[in-house]
């Protein structure tokens, strides 16, 4: 299936700190699924972006999606050690789920 | 209990083995999956299946088999296992009117 890009692979931030991570497509997704998985464990399900231009809260995460649907965004405020964990986008394919390779956030405290 | 339930949770088996993971859910969900996890790779699809008559490969499914017993029951198999196929496996479900997958914990797969 068509590929979504995560960047970046990889960050380490203090506590406190904020945390970006970014999901680009070369083509325009018809929504954009975002999962966290903390080390040890399995994907958990935590958003589905539909519209373009949209913003949805949980928290201190905010996720948007791009006007012209081929981007993705999740947004950490104020990261704690709770936080630590990867974060996938996954687009939608024929009713299956295509996952980016991730983003491993580390904090420390 | 969990949802969606993996066993065995660790496997580890020697090169042309047979060997078969298995995955059942309570969620009364129609459609079912198996994934593969490597380090760096994310998570690439196996196979899918969206009834008990209906199984679809996925973008790996070269070495793998599947077979859909129940509706809440979807196995995996590694016919003659090898040992790129050491990873981590999940099992995932989801229905039309449900936002997201929901997995299972994942069977830590080794092969020697």
């Known amino acids: 299936g068509q590929q979504v890009m995560q960047i970046p692979q990889y960050q380490h931030v203090q506590e406190g700190e904020d945390f970006t991570t970014y999901c680009n497509s070369s083509t325009t997704l018809s929504n954009i699924q975002w999962y966290k998985q903390r080390p040890g464990g399995h994907p958990v399900f935590l958003i589905q972006?539909?519209?373009?231009?949209e913003v949805k809260k949980q928290k201190r995460l905010t996720f948007q999606f791009g006007e012209a649907k081929k981007n993705s965004s999740l947004h950490i405020t104020a990261t704690q050690t709770t936080d630590v964990g990867t974060y996938f986008c996954a687009r939608s394919g024929y009713s299956t789920l295509t996952f980016g390779k991730g983003t491993m956030l580390l904090v420390s405290p | 209990d969990a949802d969606v339930t993996q066993t065995p949770r660790n496997r580890i088996t020697k090169t042309g083995k047979r060997i078969m993971l298995e995955c059942s859910q309570t969620?009364?969900?129609?459609?079912m999956y198996w994934y593969r996890q490597d380090p760096g790779l994310g998570l690439r699809l196996i196979y899918y299946?969206?009834?008990?008559?209906?199984?679809n490969k996925g973008e790996i499914s070269d070495g793998y088999s599947v077979s859909r017993q129940a509706q809440a029951k979807f196995s995996l198999s590694l016919e003659s296992a090898i040992p790129n196929q050491t990873a981590l496996y999940f099992c995932a479900t989801s229905d039309l009117d449900s936002y997201g997958y929901t997995f299972g914990s994942g069977t830590r797969l080794t092969i020697v």
């Open positions: 972006l539909v519209k373009s231009g």
């Open positions: 969620k009364g969900h129609d459609r």
């Open positions: 299946s969206f009834d008990v008559k209906d199984i």
